[in-house]
Nanobody, 123 residues
Framework: QVQLVESGGGLVQAGGSLRLSCAAS????????MGWFRQAPGKEREFVAA???????YYADSVKGRFTISRDNAKNTVYLQMNSLSPEDTAVYYC?????????????????WGQGTQVTVSS
């Protein structure tokens, strides 16, 4: 059974940084596309960043230049380094995986999801 477990969320002041981790288990994810999404209260889940197993990355315009997605295949772990955080980044952040090389920005195209980790940015 595939499991994704996020960690690293918390409370941070505006301008600060956090690094989220997504530990994957159940199979080898080296040929999966991985993504990060977020959902703020009262809003739909939105795409944040994605990573192909080849290392190619893609970001939402709202986080480009501030967030970095990366993966450690040996550890089956995906990371999201978040810098220059603002209150608008406050949301529950979810890790997702799809057993296809190409990533997607559409949540419904991912097969596996973590439980989410809360990120709160205070002004």
């Amino acid at each position: 059974q595939v499991q994704l477990v996020e960690s690293g969320g918390g409370l941070v002041q505006a301008g600060g940084s956090l690094r989220l981790s997504c530990a994957a288990s159940g199979r080898t994810f080296s040929n999966y596309a991985m993504g990060w999404f977020r959902q703020a209260p009262g809003k739909e889940r939105e795409f944040v960043a994605a990573l192909r197993w080849t290392g190619i990355t893609y970001y939402a315009d709202s986080v480009k230049g501030r967030f970095t997605i990366s993966r450690d295949n040996a550890k089956n772990t995906v990371y999201l380094q978040m810098n220059s955080l603002s209150p608008e980044d406050t949301a529950v952040y979810y890790c997702a995986a799809r057993p296809i090389v190409r990533f997607s920005t559409i949540a419904s195209e991912y097969d596996y999801w973590g439980q989410g980790t809360q990120v709160t940015v205070s002004s």
